[in-house]
């Protein structure tokens, strides 16, 4: 079965601060996907990367940047220069069938982060 | 692209009423819908999953003749809350993905119906 773990419940930061949401997961699949998602007040995820297991190239997209590690199981990600608008439930999940369009996800608990001013 | 509306976003019923919510794909075709449950400080909890054209496939602690799809195109499916109680109160979010192309093996979410049942 597969799982997802982001041991950070909550993360509390001031602005411009970089922070680092973790995420761990379990598959017993060699080819599986991986996904953040933001999920702002308003309650809409925001899709914000996928990540095939076969890619472990880390990825930067302005103040976002991604570190897979397949070694340690982990797919984390770091806001760097957090600002206010960064604050949101933030999700890591997992999809292992690859051949299935919009395969069914397993979400991590989510980790609620606050930038403070 | 990957557009997913939801209708209604709030909906406020009386117990024992029964609450439609449809999920639309604005400029894609889903050909697979997921609907999803949300509790308060909670994490998104699949209901079922539905292929356009056949029955939904429902999660196990999920009531299927409570909670009604039907994903009768590839742009729309409906979740039917039935005879709903205060219990039922949540956010239900729904997503679609599409076969091919880029939006592969990516869901993209709706914005989410929230319900209240008095």
């Known amino acids: 079965a597969q799982k997802v773990t982001q041991a950070q419940t909550e993360i509390s930061v001031v602005e411009k601060e970089d922070v680092t949401l973790d995420c761990v997961y379990e598959t017993r699949d060699t080819t599986y996907y991986l996904f953040w998602y933001k999920q702002p007040p308003s309650g809409e995820l925001v899709f914000l990367i996928r990540?095939?297991?076969?890619?472990?190239q880390n990825e930067i997209s302005g103040r976002y940047s991604w570190n897979f590690q397949k070694s340690t199981s982990s797919f984390n990600f770091t806001i760097t220069a957090s600002q206010v608008v960064d604050s949101a439930v933030y999700f890591c999940?997992?999809?292992?069938?690859?051949?299935?369009?919009?395969?069914?996800?397993?979400f991590g608990e989510g980790t609620q982060l606050t930038v403070n001013p | 692209g990957a557009v997913v509306s939801q209708h209604p976003s709030w909906v406020i019923c009386k117990s024992g009423t029964s609450v439609k919510i449809e999920c639309r794909s604005l400029d894609f075709q889903a050909t697979t819908m997921f609907w999803y449950r949300q509790f308060p400080k909670q994490s998104l909890m699949l209901m079922a999953t539905s292929n356009e054209g056949s029955k939904a496939t429902y999660e196990q602690g999920v009531e299927k003749d409570k909670f009604l799809i039907n994903h009768a195109s590839l742009t729309l499916s409906t979740l039917t809350v039935t005879s709903a109680h205060p219990e039922d109160s949540s956010f239900y979010i729904c997503?679609?993905?599409?076969?091919?192309?880029?939006?592969?093996?990516?869901?993209?979410f709706g914005p989410g119906t929230r319900l209240l049942v008095l």
């Open positions: 997503s679609g993905g599409a076969s091919g192309g880029p939006l592969q093996e990516t869901q993209y």
């Open positions: 999940a997992l999809s292992e069938d690859e051949e299935t369009s919009g395969s069914r996800l397993t």
């Open positions: 990540r095939n297991s076969f890619d472990e």
